[in-house]
């Protein structure tokens, strides 16, 4: 019965945000031994205006975000996940984050391997791809040093440290992208080489991606014509603003006969916005299996 309420807030002031979290706790929502995570470092998008000369660049890893507090494994949501003694053993005894990756196109059975409430080995097909220090002093340089200079010493089998490539010019970082995804990988990531961690997102780390991506929830299944005659023609979706808009496209045949069940949250692609705000050239990429983590 609250709901309409809480939605109010979070699309308030920060003091209301404020508000909310608060009201939260004295309902028992946050309550209950549930994990709460401080936010972490988030990207925001690539624009040209941004001079990254000299920024370190390197692929965006499609997995799914770890946190690692020195003695515990958890995801973005500070949800405690089990992994084997094998696979965590040699990790540092201070916190790291990273991308918890089995590969290039991998990411639905990367979710499904976290997922498992019992520790399997599973697991093992996994890296944990390592690309921040978050309480380590300095800039990011600094901080990396810091989880390097352990990994020389404690070398493990399940973690790496992610390669970091200087940013020569937008051409060189073009250049990049499209190495990247002719391998295909997901975009990059750069980081300002200075940047101290701070936590939300910050124009001092930027995703780069040949597209944009944002995530809605299934409203409605919308009924196809031609080839798509009895199936799935398009999702009718909405955004956390309450915008609604139909997806089309990039579903598979497979998709199409058994779509995303409505009130599902799925990532869609597109291209820049309308004036009205609808994202131009939405194209389905997957269902956020992950999301609740």
């Known amino acids: 019965m ?13 003091t209301n945000l404020g508000n909310f979290f608060c009201l939260l706790l004295c309902c028992g929502l946050l309550a209950a031994g549930q994990p709460c995570a401080a936010e972490p470092m988030l990207p925001k998008v690539y624009s040209e ?6 920024w370190l660049m390197s692929e965006k890893l499609d997995g799914v975000r770890g946190h690692w507090d020195g003695q515990q494994l958890s995801s973005k949501n500070g949800h405690l996940l089990s992994p084997p003694q094998e696979f965590i053993r040699d990790l540092p005894d201070f916190p790291i984050e990273g991308e918890l990756w089995g590969g290039r196109g991998t990411f639905e059975q ?3 391997i976290i997922k498992r409430k019992e520790s399997h080995d599973g697991w093992l097909q996994l890296k944990f791809a390592i690309f921040d220090v978050p309480n380590a002093p300095g800039g990011f340089t600094q901080r990396l040093k810091t989880v390097q200079n352990w990994f020389d010493v404690h070398p493990s089998s399940y973690a790496f440290v992610i390669l970091q490539t200087p940013v020569q010019d937008s051409e060189h970082l073009q250049q990049e992208l499209q190495r990247i995804e002719s391998l295909g990988g997901e975009g990059l990531i750069v980081r300002k080489p200075d940047a101290h ?3 939300g997102r910050s124009m001092e780390i930027l995703k780069v991606k040949n597209y944009q991506d944002a995530e809605a929830v299934v409203v409605a299944h919308l009924s196809g014509k031609g080839r798509n005659e009895g199936r799935l023609g398009s999702l009718l979706v909405e955004l956390d ?3 609604q808009f ?10 199409r006969g ?10 869609f692609k ?3 916005k309308y004036q009205s705000g609808i994202p131009k050239f939405p194209s389905f990429l997957r269902v956020r299996q992950d999301k609740a983590l």
Do not use: L
Request: with cysteine; charged share 20%; net charge negative.
């Open 2 to 14: 609250f709901s309409g309420y809480f939605r109010r807030q979070v699309r308030s002031t920060p």
């Open 49 to 54: 205006q941004v001079d990254i000369c000299g």
């Open 110 to 112: 990367t979710v499904a």
């Open 197 to 199: 961690y701070i936590s």
């Open 241 to 243: 603003d309450g915008m």
């Open 246 to 255: 139909r997806i089309g496209t990039g579903f598979s045949d497979a998709e």
């Open 258 to 267: 058994n779509p995303p069940a409505v009130g599902e949250v799925i990532t």
């Open 270 to 272: 597109y291209y820049g």
